[in-house]
């Protein structure tokens, strides 16, 4: 079974601080992604990371593919109220089970102004 | 361009009564997820389907539990004779085809068992 282990798991900060989000596991995974989900919503896409190394910037969030696909991490640049939400990383297995996503529990995040 | 719609919404039973919990995927999707979350728990994968076939249900507890995508119509999640433990937030996600492909999810559905 693989696992996937978010840390902090909860995390409040003041508007303008940087964060870092962590998403490790001992599997290695086809592809990686972060999703973003608000109360009473369902997860929303942020990002799929496919090559180990890869980064990818979207806006003030960095996110991070480990060499060995193994481990992620999500870096958010001068946070702000409207980043507030539950961010979960989910991995693709490979070959053949590709298609199922293994979730994290998720870091809850809450930026106040 | 509607998205996955998930309904009812919220649903309240006592326990032993059935729920079903129905998904509309979004259009031109022909692959549907069913997960569960609980809270500090994370979401748990419980059954991918294509249309008029159930790929793996093997995230799914065999009693109780079962799923249907047919033909024409809304993917069904359904559970027999509740118990409190079911109590959680269902998620219904649809993508275009196999593979890794983008998942779109829906607002869920929230079961409550008294």
């Known amino acids: 079974t693989q696992l996937l282990e978010q840390s902090p798991q909860f995390l409040s900060i003041q508007e303008g601080e940087n964060l870092t989000v962590y998403c490790n596991s001992s599997?290695?995974?086809?592809?990686l992604q972060w999703y973003r989900q608000e109360p009473g919503e369902g997860p929303v896409l942020l990002v799929t990371?496919?090559?180990?190394?890869e980064v990818k910037k979207l806006k003030r969030l960095t996110f991070q593919f480990g060499d060995a696909r193994k481990d992620s991490s999500l870096h958010i640049t001068a946070a702000q109220p409207g980043d507030t939400g539950l961010y979960l990383c989910?991995?693709?297995?490979?070959?053949?089970?590709?298609?199922?996503?293994?979730f994290g529990k998720g870091t809850l995040l809450t930026v106040n102004p | 361009n509607a998205g996955v719609m998930q309904n009812p919404r919220h649903l309240v039973r006592r326990r032993g009564q059935e729920a079903r919990l129905r998904c509309s995927p979004m259009?031109?999707?022909?692959?549907v997820y069913w997960y569960r979350q609980l809270p500090e728990e994370g979401l748990k994968f419980m059954v991918y389907?294509?249309?008029?076939?159930?790929?793996?249900e093997s995230g799914m507890p065999k009693e109780r539990f079962s799923a249907e995508f047919p033909k024409e119509g809304p993917s069904i999640l359904r559970i027999q004779q509740v118990v409190r433990g079911d109590s959680a937030a269902y998620f219904c996600?649809?993508?275009?085809?196999?593979?890794?492909?983008?998942?779109?999810f829906g607002e869920g559905s929230r079961l409550t068992v008294l």
């Open positions: 259009k031109g999707h022909s692959h």
């Open positions: 989910a991995g693709a297995g490979s070959g053949g089970s590709n298609y199922k996503l293994t």
């Open positions: 599997s290695v995974f086809s592809s």
């Open positions: 996600a649809s993508k275009v085809g196999p593979g890794t492909g983008e998942l779109f």
């Open positions: 389907l294509q249309k008029e076939n159930i790929i793996d």
């Open positions: 990371v496919v090559t180990g190394g």
